[in-house]
């Protein structure tokens, strides 16, 4: 038996779901780039489990490396946030839609 794959907004929310991972992720975004050794600390989490996340936010295609020399340095890419901002687009749809016929229905009960 096959395994399916999974699709990519899963895989996106997955990656972000863990907070320690969320929290690197965060500060890879607020800088333009930045090491691991520099990512580890303040972290409260070892460079290996650092590593380990990387490797989650990279697969997902949220973040990039560029190495130099020993030094390997991540920013975020945020291309990688498509298939999330896609699937919340949709389901936006839904709620405005929801919201408007909510909007008149109010409006018929109380003119």
Not at 30 to 50: C, F, K, M, N, Y
């Amino acid at each position: 038996m096959t395994e399916i794959a999974p699709s990519p907004v899963t895989t996106v929310m997955r990656a972000l779901a863990d907070p320690t991972r969320r929290a690197v992720f965060e500060r890879i975004f607020a800088s333009d780039e930045i090491s691991v050794a520099e990512l580890t600390r303040g972290s409260g989490v070892s460079q290996g489990a650092v590593s380990q996340h990387l490797k989650t936010l990279k697969a997902a295609g949220l973040v990039a490396e560029r190495a130099l020399g020993r030094n390997v340095y991540y920013r975020a890419d945020p291309r990688g946030l498509e298939p999330l901002v896609t699937w919340m687009d949709y389901y936006g749809v839904f709620w405005r839609d929801r919201f408007a016929n909510l909007r008149t229905l109010l409006k018929d009960i109380d003119p």
